[in-house]
Nanobody, 123 residues
Framework: QVQLVESGGGLVQAGGSLRLSCAAS????????MGWYRQAPGKQRELVAA???????NYADSVKGRFTISRDNAKNTVYLQMNSLKPEDTAVYYC?????????????????WGQGTQVTVSS
C-alpha cells in the first residue's frame, strides 16, 4: 500500500503564490506518473497538472503559465508551485499516483490518492 500526504495549502490573496507538496510513503515517484487534481464545491474533480515517470508534464489550460509540477525522486515528493493565484483556483487539491509511467486525465486511472489540502484564494 502506498500513502500520499499533501501539505502546503492555505489562505492566500489573489496574485500570491503557494507550493504544495505530496510525499509518498515509498519510492514510487520515479516509476509512476503523478498528478495533482482539484475539486471546488459543486464541481467535478479536474486534473490540474501531471508528470510522467520520464518527466513529461501536462497542464490544464486554466493553469498553464502559472502552475509548475515537479518531482524530487530522492525525497519521493512531487510539488505543485502555484503562482499568480486567482479566486477561481480555490479548491481542495489532491495528489494522485498511477500504476503506470504515463499520465492520464481520467481520475479513475489513478490508484493512490492523498487526503487533500485546502487552497483558498481571496479577492
Amino acid at each position: 500500500q502506498v500513502q500520499l500526504v499533501e501539505s502546503g495549502g492555505g489562505l492566500v490573496q489573489a496574485g500570491g503564490s503557494l507550493r504544495l507538496s505530496c510525499a509518498a510513503s515509498r519510492s514510487i515517484v520515479s516509476i509512476n506518473a503523478m498528478g495533482w487534481y482539484r475539486q471546488a464545491p459543486g464541481k467535478q474533480r479536474e486534473l490540474v497538472a501531471a508528470i510522467t515517470s520520464g518527466g513529461r508534464t501536462n497542464y490544464a489550460d486554466s493553469v498553464k503559465g502559472r502552475f509548475t509540477i515537479s518531482r524530487d525522486n530522492a525525497k519521493n515528493t512531487v510539488y505543485l508551485q502555484m503562482n499568480s493565484l486567482k479566486p477561481e483556483d480555490t479548491a481542495v487539491y489532491y495528489c494522485a499516483a498511477r500504476r503506470a509511467s504515463s499520465y492520464s486525465i481520467d481520475a479513475d486511472e489513478y490508484y493512490y490518492w492523498g487526503q487533500g489540502t485546502q487552497v483558498t484564494v481571496s479577492s
